[in-house]
């Protein structure tokens, strides 16, 4: 079993930062592409970034716009990401997940282990 943990969420005004972190327990993330989602009130579940195992590739949504970055350290068996120039339309709960079949980043179907997620306010 593995259970992922996000911390780092917050109330931030617009155009500041937070990082988010999300640590596994449990089996680790060997291998594993990570991502991370977020969900408004009323809103589908997003796709914001998702990292590979090694770290070398990453993806982002196109709302990212470069403001945020994705990061891995398997060594600790974390995850982060790291949002700058925040918007208010970023508020949101992040979810951080793992991918267990290849194919498409973006597909919530595609991943099976969630965190519990944490919320992000941004105000204006």
């Known amino acids: 079993q593995v259970q992922l943990v996000e911390s780092g969420g917050g109330l931030v005004q617009a155009g500041g930062s937070l990082r988010l972190s999300c640590a596994a327990s449990?089996?680790?993330?060997?291998?594993?592409?990570l991502g991370w989602f977020r969900q408004a009130p009323g809103k589908e579940r997003e796709f914001v970034a998702a990292?590979?195992?090694?770290?070398?590739?990453?993806y982002y949504a196109d709302f990212v716009e470069g403001r945020f970055a994705i990061s891995r350290d398997n060594a600790k068996n974390t995850v982060y990401l790291q949002m700058n120039s925040l918007k208010p339309e970023d508020t949101a709960v992040y979810y951080c997940?793992?991918?267990?079949?290849?194919?498409?980043?973006?597909?919530?179907?595609?991943?099976?282990?969630w965190g519990q997620g944490i919320q992000v306010t941004v105000s204006s």
């Open positions: 997940a793992r991918r267990y079949r290849s194919g498409s980043y973006y597909e919530k179907s595609h991943y099976d282990y």
């Open positions: 449990g089996r680790t993330f060997n291998g594993y592409l």
């Open positions: 990292v590979a195992w090694s770290g070398g590739s990453t």
